[in-house]
């Protein structure tokens, strides 16, 4: 089993990506999950998770900005982020569970210039 993210990037500040995660060589599906970013030095941080309702939370930080949605076709978890600013830039990170495994991402960079 693989999570497999994609969509990083370098964008100007003020402008979009959006980022994949998805899910290989696996039949469950992308029921809930989460996306986490880290800078060098610093600890992981969570950006924001989708539950199995769809009900979606995010960090102060980020909020209103980003938005993270599911594709059940293609097992495809994304983060559209808008509005993007400097202190945006990090490698982030989707994260899923199922029957009490965790499976990580391998990590997309997203680097925003001012």
């Known amino acids: 089993v693989q999570l497999q993210a994609s969509g990083g990037g370098l964008v100007q500040a003020g402008g979009s990506l959006r980022l994949s995660c998805k899910i290989l060589g696996s039949t469950f599906n992308v029921n809930s999950g989460s996306w986490y970013r880290q800078v060098p030095g610093q600890q992981r941080e969570l950006v924001g998770k989708?539950?199995?309702?769809?009900?979606?939370d995010y960090s102060d930080s980020v909020k209103g900005r980003f938005t993270i949605t599911r594709y059940y076709p293609t097992k495809t978890m994304y983060l559209q982020m808008d509005s993007l600013k400097p202190e945006d830039t990090a490698m982030y990170y989707c994260f899923t569970t199922y029957r009490n495994r965790d499976y990580w991402g391998q990590g997309t960079l997203v680097t925003v210039s001012s």
């Open positions: 989708i539950d199995t309702s769809g009900t979606t």
